[in-house]
């Protein structure tokens, strides 16, 4: 049996990779990690970044929990912050397009099945 960090390697490592390259956008970053705050995956297409944090969870073990609920405004604002990071750090100008997206994933390790559900600018700033 797959612990919770295994499952949120899983999601995002396979299928939130491969989500996110069928829909043609392609990948930046992994990963970026500053003290007040991680982002999962960065990835772009055309001018527009996409900030996007995967939560993952092991379908027989969610007892009435979906992985959105385990985005909470704590981690939503250390997202915010790692973002604005990112964007300096990498040179973006200040007016660049930008969204901060939610991969939620719904694994069954038994069937090997995935659910993905996709939510396009998860936060306000």
């Not at 909470?72 to 973002?83: D, N, Y």
């Not at 660049?96 to 939620?104: F, K, N, R, W």
Request: with cysteine.
């Amino acid at each position: 049996m797959l612990n919770s960090k295994s499952t949120g390697q899983i999601a995002e490592d396979v299928i939130a990779k491969r989500y996110l390259k069928s829909m043609g956008w392609k990948l930046l970053a992994r990963n970026y990690n500053k003290p007040w705050g991680e982002i999962d995956i960065v990835a772009h297409k055309g001018k527009k970044v996409i900030f996007i944090e995967v939560k993952a969870l092991n379908s027989k073990h969610k007892d009435n929990f979906k992985p959105e609920d385990h985005f909470t405004a704590s981690k939503k604002e250390k997202l915010i912050k790692a973002c604005a990071s990112y964007l300096t750090e990498n040179g973006y100008p200040e007016d660049v397009e930008y969204s901060i997206d939610l991969a939620a994933v719904e694994i069954d390790h038994n069937t090997r099945n995935a659910h993905v559900r996709y939510y396009k600018n998860a936060i306000s700033y």
